[in-house]
């Protein structure tokens, strides 16, 4: 048996050791081969040669995301451990700077992938469930490169399957009738963008909403396109979609498999394109899962006992 000391930085042990322990708790059950003892400001290891490099490796790792990130997770923890550490190389954290000089970042493995698929791909498929940040990373990617100039306009769809039929007897314009379907965009651009400006977007049409119905017959060029929900196109709504791309276009279509709302006997768009796409290399799919939750921390557990 051998043993190492790691000294450690007074904020190191308290972001990566986490209140009452509770991380490091965790680190030592993913480590069952080595014995670990904090002392002070020095952490202890015992364990053979080979394990002991092994750890010192993952720790190291933890430190590096914890600075370049601001943040480490149990389920960041996790992914390191599970060898999805490559992705510190990329300096694709920081998406935009938001509102009152928030920084909206890709905060977990899966949406830093979103970030760098989408810069190598145009079309980009992002699955997982409910809270891993598949909307929100989403918006700030199309605001981004409407800042850019990448792309002059964002177009925003959801297929709004809820009101069926009676979407024409709703009151209001078509954006009042729409507005309840996608508040959860608004809530994303309204962190990402000053009021007055969402506005002026809105008015002058660089940002347009509209149902999935609307996009039939269109060509969507110089256009950053998001579909939401697209677990609720069929499979013939999702061709219309996808066939609507036009010059230096970027699509998204976001979606949760598990939260399907389409009649039984009608199948997703979102499955049958993940069959009939995979095999196309300018296609990307990230699989957000779990580990992707950023939510309340119960969000997790509640989507493990639905599964």
Request: charged share 25%.
């Amino acid at each position: 048996m051998s043993e190492k000391f790691i000294t450690l930085a007074n904020d190191d042990i308290n972001n990566l050791f986490g209140t009452n322990n509770k991380k490091f708790n965790a680190i030592k059950t993913y480590f069952p081969q080595v014995k670990l003892i904090t002392r002070g400001d020095k952490l202890k290891v015992i364990g053979s040669s080979d394990q002991i490099l092994f750890f010192e490796d993952k720790f190291n790792t933890f430190i590096k995301h914890l600075n370049k990130y601001n943040s480490l997770t149990i389920s960041q923890i996790e992914r390191i451990i599970e060898g999805n550490d490559n992705i510190l190389k990329e300096d694709d954290n920081i998406i935009i700077h938001g509102q009152h000089g928030k920084l909206i970042k890709a905060k977990t493995f899966n949406q830093r992938r979103m970030v760098s698929e989408i810069k190598k791909n145009d079309i980009l498929f992002a699955i997982g469930p409910a809270g891993t940040g598949k909307t929100y990373t989403s918006v700030a990617l199309a605001v981004m490169y409407l800042k850019n100039k990448t792309v002059k306009r964002i177009i925003l769809i959801r297929p709004a399957i809820e009101v069926g039929e009676n979407l024409g007897f709703l009151p209001g314009d078509l954006k009042e009738k729409l507005d309840p379907y996608m508040q959860p965009i608004y809530d994303a651009l309204f962190d990402m963008l000053p009021i007055t400006k969402l506005n002026e977007y809105l008015e002058d049409g660089t940002i347009q909403i509209a149902p999935l119905a609307f996009m039939r017959g269109r060509t969507l060029d110089n256009a950053f396109v998001i579909l939401d929900e697209g677990q609720n196109t069929t499979p013939h709504q999702m061709k219309m979609f996808l066939t609507r791309m036009g010059k230096s276009a970027k699509f998204i279509i976001t979606g949760d498999q598990t939260q399907i709302d389409l009649p039984s006997k009608q199948s997703s768009g979102l499955i049958h394109a993940q069959t009939i796409l995979k095999d196309i290399n300018e296609i990307s799919f990230v699989n957000l899962d779990s580990k992707d939750i950023i939510r309340h921390k119960l969000v997790k557990k509640i989507i493990k006992a639905y599964k």
